[in-house]
């Protein structure tokens, strides 16, 4: 925990892959997520993360090689791909990244069947407050361009339009749109 009682960020010391599910399901659940196209870079950019995660429940020496591979391609997805999704950020499952390009995740988690679009960007919204990140529920989906800052809570279900900029929790199912970001409504509703 931290000074002001929220739970510490993952580390990364440890494979935070979704539990229950072996890192080959995972990988085939992604390809499917993907519309089972394997030239997608939000898939790659998800099996590099999945792998890194995966690497970390390996045992000395072989964990050093694989994490040379995984810095790797890291840095090709954010240079080819234009997606940052370090491995430390839990990722749930059925994650989808729609489109590539302007993509940047620092988030305390991310929950299933999300959907992120291009220029997405989600994390700290000031320096001082490096504990700061978001997190998202399940179910998420998340228009183009949108911004995510801060120690917020996106609820399960709900929709983040285009360019908007959330700086305040968005309550399940709720559609959250503008800059700064306001509640037009429930999805459904």
């Known amino acids: 925990m931290t000074q002001d009682g929220r739970a510490k960020l993952p580390d990364g010391a440890r494979n935070a892959n979704p539990p229950g599910i072996s890192f080959r399901a995972l990988l085939r659940e992604d390809y499917a997520a993907h519309g089972r196209d394997w030239t997608s870079q939000g898939f790659w950019a998800l099996f590099w993360h999945r792998f890194g995660n995966w690497r970390m429940g390996l045992r000395q020496p072989w964990r050093a090689p694989m994490t040379l591979v995984y810095r790797t391609m890291y840095k090709a997805c954010q240079i080819f ?8 950020v839990p990722v749930g499952r059925r994650v989808k990244i729609e489109h590539f390009g302007g993509i940047v995740i620092s988030a305390r988690g991310i929950g299933d069947d999300v959907i992120l679009r ?3 960007t989600m994390g700290i919204a000031r320096t001082d ?9 399940d179910r998420v989906d998340i228009g183009v361009g949108a911004v995510i800052l801060g120690p917020v809570t996106v609820g399960d279900g709900a929709v983040i339009g285009a360019n908007a900029v959330v700086l305040r929790d968005v309550p399940e199912g709720a559609l959250a749109v503008g800059v700064p970001a306001r509640i037009l409504g429930r999805r459904g509703a």
């Open 118 to 120: 291009q220029n997405t």
């Open 81 to 88: 791909g234009g997606i940052e999704l370090p491995y430390s």
């Open 129 to 137: 407050e490096p504990f700061g990140r978001p997190l998202i529920r």
